[in-house]
């Protein structure tokens, strides 16, 4: 079996979701001693890498990254057909594409390869892959509307194109042999918005978290309120990640001693951050880091305050992991998983804070409730899937093709 990863830039310059879950997919094979291959894009040409023997080596082709969301480029075409020559892979599997043209899924489908996409956002049904322009659109359907809300978001697009767009990707889900997604909410979504794509054919993996995350005490780990209650921000603090909710959160209650807020992530834009007493700024980490930085910290709750209807969520399994429970908003997956698992409680994602702050007084008034919690998230705690469990499933999907 010889597979050929495609993914829209270089995956371990300051790697994010996407490029995570690309590098745990190549490690499984590096693990296993099979020779695996990755083709992404730079300014000046297209990368193909080949891992094999625990070492690296890297081609260098024509063409290079594109920023303005072509559906078909014939010089990006002509470099990708090259490399399937070149390499003589059985499948290839497109993680990311948003600086590559769209046909390149056709092209290797009709050179014979076995073709897959996972899809990691909702960049099949908009350029804007997590679609919020400021707030989000819950799918729009109409190509007017989307067209003339790309255009005010600065993206260069002509009348016709989120039509055309659409027509192409419905046609490539139907030529597609899997397509793979991190969550139910995410299948349900594209199966009602493209009729080209088959319930049989679209696969539901979770995501998995290093092995090493669970080596940690996470489950035995112990609040010390001391009369007081203290909540975590996880993640890095950008919009999409509901920093605007936190800060609205954090200013209400600036004036409470009872209450301890921390910042656990990056912050890019530090004049954000205000100047309370019970606020600090923990800064960021590294996926192998997490749990002991969240233990260090060791908050009561974590707030995942997302104002998009996330995927996945990363964040979700590192809280679960470090055994704090949370308070999410109910998009997407978050509402999937929180629910099913008994992870925290959920809130309105169109207006978080509300609910949050009912919730928060609730907590005050009746601490043990948050020990129940922490009871509910150690037995989900065990059954977070690993990134060996994983590549195991994905790679089951690859046998079966």
């Not at 767009?165 to 299948?187: E, Q, T, W």
Request: hydrophobic share 35%; with cysteine; charged share 30%.
């Amino acid at each position: 079996m010889k597979v050929l990863y495609v993914i829209d830039q270089k995956p371990d310059g300051y790697p994010g979701g996407i490029e995570y879950h690309q590098l745990d997919l190549i490690s499984s094979f590096i693990k296993e001693r099979v020779p695996v291959y990755m083709t992404f894009p730079e300014r000046d040409g297209i990368c193909l890498r080949l891992y094999k023997d625990y070492k690296e080596e890297e081609f260098k082709y024509g063409g290079g990254r594109l920023d303005d969301h072509k559906l078909r480029d014939s010089e990006t075409e002509s470099v990708f057909n090259e490399i399937l020559n070149d390499i003589d892979v059985d499948i290839v599997h497109f993680q990311s594409i948003r600086t590559l043209p769209l046909s390149l899924i056709e092209l290797a489908k009709k050179k014979g390869k076995k073709t897959l996409v996972t899809l990691h956002e909702y960049y099949f049904w908009c350029i804007n892959c997590i679609m919020l322009a400021p707030d989000f659109c819950w799918f729009e359907q109409n190509e007017e509307k989307c067209s003339e809300c790309l255009t005010l978001s600065n993206y260069k697009v002509c009348n016709d194109y989120v039509r055309e767009r659409r027509k192409y990707i419905d046609y490539l889900f139907g030529i597609l042999d899997r397509v793979i997604v991190p969550s139910s909410y995410v299948k349900n979504v594209f199966l009602s918005l493209y009729k080209g794509l088959a319930s049989e054919k679209t696969a539901v993996i979770e995501f998995g978290i290093d092995r090493n995350m669970l080596m940690e005490d996470g489950g035995n780990n112990k609040s010390s309120r001391n009369d007081k209650l203290h909540l975590a921000f996880l993640g890095n603090f950008l919009h999409y990640k509901g920093n605007k909710t936190f800060l609205e959160l954090v200013k209400h209650y600036k004036d409470f001693h009872s209450l301890d807020f921390t910042i656990i992530g990056n912050i890019f834009d530090p004049s954000l951050v205000p100047s309370y007493k019970n606020l600090t700024v923990a800064g960021g980490y590294t996926r192998d880091k997490v749990v002991k930085k969240i233990h260090q910290v060791n908050p009561d709750i974590i707030l995942l305050l997302s104002n998009w209807p996330e995927t996945f969520s990363y964040t979700l399994s590192e809280a679960i992991a470090s055994g704090v429970p949370v308070i999410s908003t109910d998009g997407g997956a978050l509402r999937e998983r929180v629910s099913k698992e008994a992870a925290g409680f959920l809130v309105p994602v169109e207006n978080p804070l509300p609910r949050t702050i009912e919730i928060i007084e609730d907590l005050r008034q009746h601490p043990e409730v948050i020990d129940f919690l922490r009871k509910k998230v150690r037995e989900a705690r065990k059954r977070l899937r690993t990134t060996d469990d994983m590549a195991e499933e994905i790679f089951r999907v690859y046998n079966s093709l």
